[in-house]
């Protein structure tokens, strides 16, 4: 049963984009022949670079521009126009925009400044600009831009003074200065590009439009980019994410050093800066961000040319001691290793090499080593499994030759499966070798730690991409009665018109999605606090229990290892007082008795959640405790999480060492932990409207073992805090989360005509051993029908393929599955895709039933929900294409009210539904 070709997204004939960049004819509004302006300038370079249509100048008071007939406005040009390139003042542009649209115009280059960044006056400008686009689906790049390139169609619709040469890289950038720098900078270096961007305020057309196109285009390898505001942070977060994983994506973005600590009410607010927020972002979407302009182009070079470092460790071959351990310094700093070679290399080595060689990583093979020396180390070197790349430095010394040697190298450029980089030291006297190793594909630096540099930003890249598609180990959904129960705490707090929930209150909402709490018992009595502790057993802890005062330590709120009655009743007091003097005396409500845990035992952790203007919901993770802000050992990352994610965000802390177990301590339970920050992600995603800050700090970890309370809890939250966002605070005034949640909305329990209770769920990376047992129950027949050709088993189950297939950006595409649970197992029976079009009003579907339960209603059940689901994402059409023979389905989309009819054409018979 099938309906589609294939699960990519839905391609339309014509990309809305294809106006901007392959335009056929080109309107330049504002066309002068004033010397030197930029109206001026765009004529002048559309004509002298040509793109293969025709131009036609827009000047209400001149006959002809530059030779070339003009017309009063738009409407008069009799030719259809695909792109209008505007150029007047800022007040004239939504009246010439709504022109264009009249006229039938697709895209349009703003190039006119004084927009929003002259205030409100120019955001006004800009809302009604982009109200006159919306009307006829036109496109806008801009404004305040310098403009694009196309290198492939030659079209130069930028007022920079020279254009592009052609090549396989793509730059795109908000700051128009910088793109006119790198021009000149590429032309001197005769570096190309396939594209040429200038995005200006992103008005309309943002980063996730351009990353999407440009990663459909043959000519590009890669994609840099100036990045200096993300913009709509889902629409970037969906398209790097899915490109990154065909095409390297590289960005540099200042603002590293910007004091990003605010005032917050957590220490997560102050812990979570916004630099960092977006470094966490970019891993998330596999994108490699870099600090200097020149890595850029350094890394778009190396990863076009030399395969993905799997590893940290590298073997570095060099002539001369001193550049090998700047080499190995550079290296280590920047989180790389020194690749440690067996014994058996190492013999090899001995044999091979004068016996005054270095013995060690890096490999000197000494001043006076021949072609045929470094060769033969080379070699050697090159085989080494224990190595995950390779770097040879060469400087000219009176005995070395470098363009031998560089010939001894190049043959390893495609070879070994690993990177192979070089730095030939010096100037003309390593030209030439220089230039065999660029062709042959061994990327060339004129220094060793700049090459360590770029080997760095190598393996980064790819743990990037390796965790955007492993396998997660199954983590349970949410329960409605975790949300409605976690509702119900804040519905009190709302009631009472407070903002901060207390420690207990705290607890509860924790304990509500089976985060693991220390629960504390409430006294507002000297006496209750007593007879507390005595029935809890000695020592114990009291706390203030406040639901003004966010940080209890910093009044004395915090009394720990009380032994006895009297030492209960002084800490009573000493809490009270500090709180009545911090805050009045509604500021004390009592105070928490609970055991007192032996800190020593265990780790201290705090988990945590703020919000970021940008990405939404940020999480933290890291060493806890009091001292949490001076040590700052943490991990960001965006919700929602798997346990792969979670597991990821752990081992980028310092403390992820000693949880493992150091110094004879046995290791922390690793597999609860990620599961508690995966239940703790989704208590994030689920009240994200009404949480603004929550943490749990200090969070204890500690080797399995029975606590005071007699419960095995090795994983216990011993303090929380959460501040919501005050009454009134709507949606709308909040940032989305940059990654859609899991849409538990679209699930549905169902029953099978065999009686069996089963659910129709959206669904899940950590689907993906379960659909690999479900292709290996497909016939090829089925096979057939669905993908229009046969497909091997093996590349069906391939884990490349089945991840991408789990993993759903449900902002494009949503897979349902039916799961049927029987005998403590679980088993996928059937799944139906949606995929969007790229202007998000029309979606392509297509269901796949295993072969044992066909014909019994799946597939039109399926393909009703899938309505169901276009309908509620606003889509204004469903359509699919069927094979001829493919009864099945064209039954079960004539049951659901599609339109269907075969197209003698294309061989192919067309299912339709307008919604």
């Known amino acids: 049963m099938t309906t589609t070709k294939s699960s990519q997204p839905y391609q339309e004939d014509v990309h809305p984009l294809d106006a901007i960049f392959k335009p056929r004819n080109i309107a330049v509004i504002g066309a002068t022949e004033k010397p030197g302006s930029v109206g001026r300038t765009l004529v002048w370079n559309l004509m002298t670079s040509p793109f293969g249509g025709a131009v036609f100048p827009i000047n209400p008071t001149k006959s002809s521009i530059l030779g070339i007939k003009s017309h009063p406005r738009i409407a008069d040009v009799a030719d259809k126009v695909d792109l209008a390139v505007i150029v007047t003042p800022a007040a004239t542009v939504p009246d010439l925009v709504a022109e264009c649209v009249a006229a039938g115009v697709r895209g349009a280059i703003i190039i006119s400044a004084g927009f929003k960044e002259v205030g409100p006056a120019g955001v006004a400008l800009e809302a009604r600009v982009l109200q006159a686009a919306r009307v006829g689906n036109m496109r806008i790049i801009g404004p305040n831009c310098l403009g694009v390139m196309n290198t492939g ?120 800066g916004s630099d960092e927020v977006i470094d966490a972002a970019l891993r998330r979407a596999g994108v490699l961000r870099v600090n200097n302009i020149s890595d850029l182009f350094y890394m778009s070079e190396a990863l076009a040319h030399q395969p993905r470092a799997l590893g940290r460790r590298l073997t570095i071959v060099t002539n001369a001691g001193g550049p090998g351990v700047l080499a190995s310094d550079a290296l280590l700093a920047g989180g790389g290793e020194l690749a440690q070679s067996s014994g058996a290399i190492l013999d090899k080595l001995n044999a091979t090499l004068p016996a005054a060689w270095s013995h060690s990583n890096p490999i000197d093979v000494l001043g006076d080593a021949s072609a045929e020396r470094y060769g033969k180390t080379i070699e050697l070197a090159a085989s080494d499994t224990a190595s995950d790349g390779l770097l040879v430095i060469l400087t000219p010394q009176a005995m070395t030759d470098p363009t031998l040697t560089a010939t001894a190298l190049a043959p390893y450029a495609h070879t070994t499966g690993k990177p192979v980089i070089a730095s030939w030291m010096g100037g003309d006297d390593v030209a030439s070798g220089e230039a065999i190793l660029n062709q042959a594909g061994i990327p060339t630096f004129p220094y060793p730690d700049t090459a360590v540099r770029v080997f760095n930003h190598m393996w980064q890249y790819d743990e990037n991409l390796r965790s955007l598609y492993e396998t997660p180990s199954e983590s349970d959904l949410t329960s409605a009665r975790s949300n409605a129960e976690a509702e119900s705490i804040i519905a009190i707090a709302r009631a009472e018109r407070r903002e901060l929930l207390t420690e207990a209150e705290s607890k509860a909402l924790l304990a509500a999605y089976g985060l693991p709490a220390l629960t504390p018992v409430v006294a507002t009595q000297s006496s209750d606090a007593v007879a507390a502790a005595d029935k809890l057993g000695y020592p114990v802890v009291l706390k203030l229990h406040s639901s003004i005062i966010t940080h209890k330590t910093e009044v004395g709120g915090v009394q720990l290892d009380i032994k006895d009655a009297a030492g209960v009743r002084a800490a009573f007091e000493l809490i009270r007082r500090g709180a009545v003097a911090h805050s009045g005396e509604n500021a004390f409500g009592g105070v928490t008795v609970q055991p007192m845990i032996k800190l020593s035992e265990g780790y201290e952790l705090i988990l945590g959640s703020s919000l970021d203007s940008q990405f939404g919901p940020v999480l933290l993770f890291g060493a806890g405790g009091q001292l949490v802000e001076v040590f700052k050992d943490h991990a960001l990352g965006l919700p929602p999480l798997n346990t792969t994610l979670a597991r990821r965000m752990i081992e980028r802390t310092q403390i992820y060492k000693a949880l493992q177990g150091v110094r004879g301590r046995a290791p922390v339970d690793m597999v609860g932990l990620e599961r508690l920050l995966v239940q703790f992600s989704q208590l994030v995603v689920d009240q994200r409207l009404a949480i603004k800050e929550i943490d749990i700090n200090p969070l204890f970890a500690r080797p399995m073992a029975k606590d005071s309370m007699g419960a095995a809890n090795s994983l216990l939250a011993l303090d929380a805090r959460v501040v919501l966002f005050p009454a009134g605070t709507t949606s709308d005034m909040q940032p989305r989360m940059a990654i859609r949640p899991y849409p538990t909305r679209f699930m549905w329990p169902i029953t099978l005509k065999t009686s069996a209770e089963a659910i129709i769920r959206p669904i899940r990376s950590e689907d993906e051993p379960q659909l690999v047992l479900f292709h290996e129950q497909l016939s090829e027949h089925s096979v057939y029908l669905r993908y229009f050709s046969p497909l091997k088993l093996s590349t069906r189950i391939s884990h490349e393929r089945l991840s991408r297939i789990c993993y759903n950006d449900y902002d494009r595409e949503i897979a349902l599955v039916v799961e049927l649970s029987e005998g403590g197992s679980k088993s996928i029976l059937a799944v139906g895709r949606l995929v969007k079009s790229r202007n998000g009003d029309e979606g392509e579907y297509g269901i796949l039933v295993r072969d044992d339960m066909q014909r019994q209603g799946l597939g039109t059940l399926l393909l009703t929900k899938l309505v169901e689901v276009g309908r509620q994402e606003g889509l204004k059409r469903i359509r699919a294409e069927i094979l001829p023979d493919n009864t099945g389905m064209r039954r079960a989309s004539e049951r659901v009210g599609f339109t269907v009819a075969y197209d003698a054409r294309d061989g192919v018979v067309r299912s339709e539904l307008a919604l």
Not at 159 to 173: I, K, L, Q
Not at 222 to 251: C, D, H, Q, T, W
Not at 258 to 266: D, I, Q, V
Request: proline letters at 2%; hydrophobic letters at 45%.
């Open 153 to 272: 169609s030659g079209l130069n619709a930028t007022f920079a003074a020279h254009m592009a040469r052609p090549g396989n890289v793509a730059f795109v950038s908000q700051s128009g200065a910088l793109c006119t720098a790198v021009l000149d900078w590429s032309l001197r270096e005769k570096v190309g590009f396939s594209h040429f961007v200038s995005i200006g305020s992103m008005l309309d057309v943002d980063w996730g439009d351009l990353i999407y196109y440009l990663g459909e285009d043959d000519r590009t390898r890669s994609i840099v980019m100036y990045v200096e505001s993300i913009g709509n942070a889902r629409s970037f977060m969906s398209a790097a994410r899915e490109v990154s994983l065909s095409k390297p994506i590289i960005m540099i973005k200042p603002g590293r050093t910007e004091g990003a600590a605010k005032a917050a009410a957590s220490h997560t607010g102050s812990l979570t």
